[in-house]
């Protein structure tokens, strides 16, 4: 059962456990991540992998006998089959772009940095105003309005650079940030936001250098893993909608399963 009471502003409980309190300024991931955590460590508790003793933390951070609880859990619960070669060779022809080595990009780019406390609403608004911006002139006016653009409001120590990053490999990003450039055609400023961990990047492509595309034999092993984590991450999504649907919930909405069956 998920109860929706009228508490104060991040006072999360599962199962009448305090994850968050009122007191914390804690944005939406944060307290999904706490009371996904707070859902496997009762889960380690009922399977008898964990001494019901075990203290809950205040701060997020779960004790070093939780986390190896959770983990023999999952170990436990979760079903990841084995890709088949079939599957490895079909997410790899669709994927080739990912793939290659010696790949570099020349770009740039006006951040846009998530700090503590930002109004992230705010964040996007400005970020994708001046995304319309540097879109909306002619070539040649383009490389002036971005450059100025990344002078005035990026929240990197490029801006004063025009936003200049240089050339760069996949090894040289923030992965989330390599998966939005590379493995693609595209030149020029890119038509969306580009979100990483330092924020909401807009992003020019100034020009490529294509890499040496690698067999599948030789990145098969690669494949397989990535298929696998894949895998997992579906399970353990199951398998937490599952914990959420059987679990008194205060304060946050958790997707739920809506079968007792975890696929």
Not at 91 to 103: I, L, P, S
Not at 233 to 240: D, E
């Amino acid at each position: 059962m998920q109860l929706d009471l009228a508490l104060e502003a991040n006072f999360v409980s599962i199962d009448g456990q305090v994850v968050a309190t009122g007191s914390e300024r804690l944005d939406d991931s944060v307290l999904r991540q706490r009371a996904h955590a707070e859902l496997l460590r009762q889960a380690a508790i009922a399977a008898g992998l964990l001494d019901a003793s075990d203290p809950l933390t205040t701060d997020g951070v779960q004790t070093e006998a939780a986390s190896t609880a959770i983990e023999a859990l999952l170990d436990r619960v979760l079903d990841v089959p084995e890709p088949t070669k079939q599957a490895c060779r079909r997410y790899y022809d669709a994927h080739q772009g990912t793939y290659t080595c010696g790949e570099r990009v020349n770009v740039r780019h006006i951040l846009f940095a998530v700090t503590p406390g930002v109004d992230l609403n705010a964040l996007r608004k400005r970020a994708e105003a001046t995304l319309l911006e540097v879109r909306c002139h002619d070539d040649q006016r383009t490389v002036d309005a971005f450059a100025a653009a990344a002078r005035t409001v990026s929240n990197c120590p490029s801006g004063a650079d025009g936003g200049q990053l240089g050339w760069l490999t996949a090894s040289d990003c923030a992965p989330e940030f390599a998966k939005e450039i590379f493995g693609t055609r595209e030149v020029g400023v890119l038509p969306r936001l580009v979100h990483s961990r330092f924020g909401l990047h807009v992003v020019d492509v100034l020009a490529r250098e294509a890499g040496a595309a690698q067999t599948f034999e030789s990145v098969q092993g690669a494949v397989r893993m990535t298929l696998k984590q894949h895998s997992f991450v579906t399970a353990l999504r199951q398998y937490l909608n599952l914990l959420a649907s059987e679990a008194v919930i205060v304060g946050i909405d958790l997707d739920r399963a809506e079968s007792p069956l975890v696929q």
